[in-house]
């Protein structure tokens, strides 16, 4: 039994394993990198993507995939830099947004399901308007200069002396817990993890498979419109070519926390991580100075490439293991 | 006139169509060619010369997507077939002198190694196509870069400048000489994929990759074939962009263009999951996005407001396409059905 728990949480192990040593390495190779606050920083710079993450891993997990989050986040910017502009209350203007994070999932989502269009296509033309729709507002940025908005970006938390979380670390890690909860130990959680892993089964078994294939894509709509918040107390305004990429991003990230695209298989907390090795790669290389910035993205590829021929390693081996157990019996 | 609709190639081509009419009448001037400087000139030309990468790389695209996989970095692979023709010419990388030759071989290999490398793992380690690609497609423009020193590259004054320019925007016989490369490319691959063993294995690759292996269809070769086409198609493409705006820009160049392809594979109906495909039917898609791009610049509506464009025109095609949809919104949905059963 042990060593079962240990083998479906492999993959998890070995990135929080490297991202360990990864810390460890800075921290040796580095002065200053071995510090509370660079570690928190990690958290502060990546949060937005974090909370993305979360709900990019539940689409993934259900065999499912979302393009267009990084338009979502763009959107989501701009549009509350426009109201905020207009004076409108920033309550409910995060109010509105998440409410249309949302819808804009839903609409995804059953598109997908009931007329049976491809995921990729179905979210790419979620992208593309989203995208559209930042330039019909405007095409130059907005500032943000709303006094709850920027009261929330500078407010430190203190955990130490010298050492402080801002508000988005907060919701992110609130986000991290939730999700894991719902993924682990709830209802839904199971059962997206069940129609990841075989549709056509979860649907025979009586889960309600349109319900649930339609509410991942609204919980990452609604993850995206919150880490779209979250990155305007991060930048204090809007602007339409904000994130591009940003969808990759947060789907490398799942993978390299053991997501597999095939669906079924993956972990919130694994996601996190995935986000956290790709910041401290990132710190890395600003504490080394002299390397130029796109190293961050061959090296983000490389690993990305070790994780997954690693996760293939292990599944091909499992499948053998299985073969002979099933040949011995 | 069922058979006629119920052809794949269509709704495509009915969508170009609907395009163009739409400009007869509402962008001035919009089928209006002369001849300037010794080419013929206007909008339609204008939309052949700059549907060529988009057609190259929906060319590949489709044979990809007909395995049942797809490459998300050709828009990656453009950037670094772009940095490196780029950089022979203006002589950053000595060693070559600023040759033409050099810098073409040496681009179209840069996409062949690309596609040897996305091949060989979906292949032969067996990842999902888009997780492969998408290595590729985050280390290529840091690859790129690299290889332009994080600098844009400009051709300007670079001794072979004209030749290198010619290919991308220059004219033969009055039209755009990068649409000759994509009718010579669109000839080989379809002898390739009408005449040949390899295009019967590929279509039953695509339908059933398990009873294809059975039958002895080496699928993993096929497979590498695909993606190295794919890689080839993306540096010639990659040829043409820089060639077109005489410099290689790593961040931008063909931003976005993978996107384009799948588009340009959905919209000419073929499956995204693999199976049959249509070679033509992309190639009428890619025509009908660049089409939609032209149009919106000739009928000045701000050129950011394209994407919103572009995904009206998907949901409403891929709805088109969608059995359910049709069965679901139109009543007299018996006769779609019994016209697609017949088919």
Redesign the interface.
Known sequence: MKKGIFSRNFSLIVTIVLFLLLFTAGSLRYRGFFSAQVFLNLFIDNAYLIIIAVGMTFVLISGG?DISVASVVAFVGMLSAYLLRNGWNPYLVMLLMLLIGSTGGFLMGY?IH?????P???T??????Y??????IS?SSILIDNPVYSTIANYQIKLAPRTYISISVVIALIVVIAGAITAKFSKFGRAVYAVGGNEQSANLMGLPVARIKISVYVLSGFCAALGGIVFSFYTLSGY?LQN?GLE?DA??SS?IGGT???GGVGSVVGSMFGVLIQGIIQTIIIFQGNL?S?????A???L??LF??LQ?VIS?NRERIRRRMLNDS | MKKITTNQIFWPLAAFIVLLVYNAFFAKNFFKISILDGHLYGNLIDILKNFAPLALLSIGMTLVIATGG?DISVGSVVAISGAIACSIIDGRLGIFDHSFVAALILALLSGIACGLWNGF?VAK????P???T??????G???A??ITK?KIVTINSAPMMKEYYFLGAGYFLGLPFAFFIVVAVFTIVMILVKRTAFGLFLQSLGTNSKSSLLSGVKVDRIKIVVYTISGLMASIAGILISSNIKGADCNNAG?FIE?DA??SV?IGGNS??GGRFMVPASIVGALFVQCLTTTVYALGV?P?????????V??VL??FQ????RQ?VFKGAGRWRKGADAA
């Not at chain 1, 995208?131 to 019909?136: M, N, S």
């Not at chain 2, 380690?125 to 999902?128: A, E, L, N, S």
């Not at chain 2, 950011?304 to 009206?312: R, T």
């Open positions: 995939i598109i009931y007329f049976k269009i491809q990729f296509i179905a790419l033309a979620g992208q593309f308007l995208r559209g729709a930042c330039f019909i095409t339409g591009i990759m789907i490398a993978v597999l695209l095939t130029s796109w190293w961050t993205k061959v983000v590829a490389s990305l490439c997954i021929v293939r091909a | 797809v793992l380690v067996k990842i999902q888009m997780v492969a998408l290595i590729l497609m985050t280390a423009r840091g690859i870069q690299l994080g931003l996107l799948i588009l959905a995204l999951s701000p950011e407001a394209i994407s919103l464009l572009k995904a009206i998907i949901l891929c709805l969608s059995d359910n949809f679901k």
